[in-house]
């Protein structure tokens, strides 16, 4: 799903993860973890988020891609014509 992003972009998301994963292990009462359930579900609705985002812009550049290729066929079929 990620594949074609840069490197730091994976490592990143890499990164994301393996916090996520380390806080859901944490399985104690809210009174001494102050909230940490529900801040790890929202970390992982953050990290979801940035997932699609990632895969909509990484999308989104190859569509710009493409257009600018048919583009320029198109610009070279017309000053053949």
Known sequence: ???GHSQEVERLLDVME????QLV???F???LTYGLRRRTDIARSIIERTQADVTVSYRQQQLEQKISGLS???SQYKSDT
């Open 1 to 3: 799903m990620r594949s």
């Open 18 to 21: 393996e916090i996520y994963a």
């Open 25 to 27: 292990t944490m399985d």
């Open 29 to 31: 009462p809210d009174a």
């Open 72 to 74: 320029s066929q198109l």
